[in-house]
């Protein structure tokens, strides 16, 4: 149940897309880094993070920056910057159709990529007028997780949270299951014309099969109703299921009596994200062969061949553990700050993780 699995539909968009693509990926890869960015206002040079590793792993600079910062600016909280949560509709916010058509829709990629999908979802339904189904997860991606909706998800609360902005129901009707459905994959980063558009399929269905769910709404000049419905779909609409929140809670009580404060650290830096993205920096020969391997057998990724050098330069690969660990420590976090591994298994395991763990040797993970 990692994040991100999604990310080869990016791929595609690689030349069309180059803006997205980055801000996807360095979302994907470096999670962490952006929070900390919001968190400190604190923005090293990417130069010195990703190119210059001699000169960031002289001890002398990171132990002045580290002196330099107070407990108060490492932990206290952020400030909002005037930023506040909009989720209210307007006044000019339409109800929920209680319309007769249906969407049901496959999810696709990892947890996170899917949340913002199935958020993306209940707006189409919302501007097609239709009822949707509760989507299907993504079972086929490296991860093999048979989790359904219910298993992640609050599926009531889902579904009441969003009863004024969309007919939302457990199951196609059974008199619907084995009618004709139009099956579309529709275009990501669509505007409302577009699905304005695709309303017109309602003349000959009755049910709409969207094989995705990366519609990627976002940014397309959607009404303002629409973007406060996304977010409250993602922020409100979709909690985990009580079982996932007790469970959270008990691993955040665990590492809290542990040392009280702890970074958690999603350190994408797992087997299919490299093969995928192709980038083998720091990597052994064998490990590059097995990741292009891997990446040459997993059909649904549809670029084969990737130049390394290039996919760091552009600034489309994951931290390596060691450059977070630079990173963390340029910050001025502390060697014996608490740090959790949110992410999966690392590339690499033990050995890798060393290159981390160096610099912060108190490193907890769930495995
Ligand atoms: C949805 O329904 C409203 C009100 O009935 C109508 O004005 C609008 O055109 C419909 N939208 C689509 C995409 O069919
Ligand atoms: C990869 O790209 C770099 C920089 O553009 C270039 O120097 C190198 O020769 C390329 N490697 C291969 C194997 O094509």
Same mark, same amino acid.
């Given at each position: 149940?990692?994040?991100?699995?999604?990310?080869?539909?990016?791929?595609?968009?690689?030349?069309?897309?180059?803006?997205?693509?980055?801000?996807?990926?360095?979302?994907?890869?470096?999670?962490?880094?952006?929070?900390?960015?919001?968190?400190?206002?604190?923005?090293?040079?990417?130069?010195?993070?990703?190119?210059?590793?001699?000169?960031?792993?002289?001890?002398?600079?990171?132990?002045?920056?580290?002196?330099?910062?107070?407990?108060?600016?490492?932990?206290?909280?952020?400030?909002?910057?005037?930023?506040?949560?909009?989720?209210?509709?307007?006044?000019?916010?339409?109800?929920?159709?209680?319309?007769?058509?249906?969407?049901?829709?496959?999810?696709?990629?990892?947890?996170?990529?899917?949340?913002?999908?199935?958020?993306?979802?209940?707006?189409?339904?919302?501007?097609?007028?239709?009822?949707?189904?509760?989507?299907?997860?993504?079972?086929?991606?490296?991860?093999?997780?048979?989790?359904?909706?219910?298993?992640?998800?609050?599926?009531?609360?889902?579904?009441?949270?969003?009863?004024?902005?969309?007919?939302?129901?457990?199951?196609?009707?059974?008199?619907?299951?084995?009618?004709?459905?139009?099956?579309?994959?529709?275009?990501?980063?669509?505007?409302?014309?577009?699905?304005?558009?695709?309303?017109?399929?309602?003349?000959?269905?009755?049910?709409?099969?969207?094989?995705?769910?990366?519609?990627?709404?976002?940014?397309?000049?959607?009404?303002?109703?629409?973007?406060?419905?996304?977010?409250?779909?993602?922020?409100?609409?979709?909690?985990?299921?009580?079982?996932?929140?007790?469970?959270?809670?008990?691993?955040?009580?665990?590492?809290?009596?542990?040392?009280?404060?702890?970074?958690?650290?999603?350190?994408?830096?797992?087997?299919?994200?490299?093969?995928?993205?192709?980038?083998?920096?720091?990597?052994?020969?064998?490990?590059? #062969?097995? +990741?292009?391997?891997?990446?040459?057998? &997993?059909?649904?990724?549809?670029?084969?061949? *990737?130049?390394?050098? /290039?996919? $760091?330069?552009?600034?489309?690969?994951?931290?390596?553990?060691?450059?977070?660990?630079?990173?963390? #420590?340029? +910050?001025?976090?502390?060697?014996?700050? &608490?740090?959790?591994?949110?992410?999966?298994? *690392?590339?690499?395991? /033990?050995? $890798?993780?060393?290159?981390?763990?160096?610099?912060?040797?108190?490193?907890?993970?769930?495995?």
């Amino acid at each position: 149940m990692a994040n991100n699995r999604g990310y080869p539909h990016f791929r595609r968009f690689l030349s069309r897309r180059q803006y997205i693509l980055t801000t996807a990926l360095f979302t994907i890869s470096a999670f962490v880094f952006s929070i900390f960015l919001l968190l400190y206002g604190f923005a090293p040079k990417e130069d010195d993070i990703l190119k210059d590793d001699t000169r960031l792993e002289e001890p002398q600079q990171s132990q002045s920056v580290q002196q330099q910062v107070s407990d108060e600016n490492l932990w206290g909280a952020s400030l909002s910057h005037g930023l506040h949560p909009c989720i209210k509709p307007t006044v000019r916010h339409k109800a929920a159709q209680g319309s007769d058509h249906y969407i049901t829709v496959r999810s696709n990629g990892g947890l996170n990529q899917m949340r913002t999908g199935i958020s993306d979802m209940v707006a189409v339904a919302h501007i097609m007028n239709a009822t949707l189904v509760i989507p299907q997860l993504d079972k086929r991606s490296f991860w093999q997780d048979t989790s359904t909706f219910s298993d992640i998800f609050d599926e009531l609360h889902f579904i009441t949270t969003l009863q004024d902005d969309v007919r939302i129901v457990k199951a196609l009707p059974k008199e619907l299951e084995s009618i004709p459905r139009a099956r579309k994959h529709f275009t990501s980063w669509s505007g409302m014309g577009y699905y304005e558009e695709m309303a017109r399929l309602w003349k000959d269905y009755q049910v709409i099969h969207v094989a995705k769910s990366d519609s990627r709404l976002a940014n397309n000049d959607l009404p303002l109703d629409i973007q406060r419905l996304r977010c409250r779909a993602l922020y409100r609409a979709l909690r985990f299921s009580p079982s996932i929140e007790s469970l959270g809670k008990k691993l955040v009580e665990r590492l809290r009596s542990h040392s009280g404060r702890y970074i958690a650290l999603h350190l994408r830096y797992e087997k299919d994200m490299l093969s995928f993205t192709g980038c083998t920096y720091g990597l052994t020969e064998a490990e590059s #062969e097995e +990741l292009r391997i891997m990446r040459e057998n &997993t059909n649904h990724w549809k670029v084969k061949k *990737i130049n390394s050098t /290039e996919q $760091r330069v552009g600034g489309f690969c994951p931290l390596t553990p060691k450059e977070v660990g630079i990173f963390l #420590e340029s +910050l001025g976090y502390p060697p014996i700050t &608490t740090i959790y591994i949110a992410s999966g298994e *690392i590339y690499g395991g /033990e050995a $890798r993780l060393s290159e981390l763990k160096s610099r912060f040797p108190n490193i907890i993970s769930k495995v």
